[in-house]
């Protein structure tokens, strides 16, 4: 996988239609690291972005697809509006997280 540069994820994030989330610092698997380390590394990643950007980020996207109760309550407690997870090339949204639907809309 190639990483976004910073000039292009701007230019990415300008553009009509186009939407850039968090994801984490590190490309962790959420799932198997302690409630600090989940909260640090998305909350690391969207104040990233949002300094990259100069604007709020809302949108999530779980590393691997990989969640549980706590990953999404403390996604949540980092005020990301909207999360989507992806296993297989499927969606498979937890409650409170977006549809396939939703995800193309």
Known sequence: ARRL???RTGRLAARPGHSIGAHTTHHLA???HSAETKRREVSENKLSLERL???RVHLFSYPYG????ETVTTV???TVVKCVAFRNAN???PPG???A???TA
């Not at 990989?66 to 109760?69: I, K, N, R, T, V």
């Open 91 to 93: 969606v498979s949204p």
């Open 30 to 32: 959420l799932t198997a």
């Open 76 to 78: 949540a407690s980092v």
């Open 97 to 99: 997280v977006l549809s």
């Open 66 to 69: 990989d969640f549980d109760a």
């Open 53 to 55: 950007l100069r604007q």
């Open 5 to 7: 540069r910073a000039r």
């Open 101 to 103: 639907a939703d995800a």
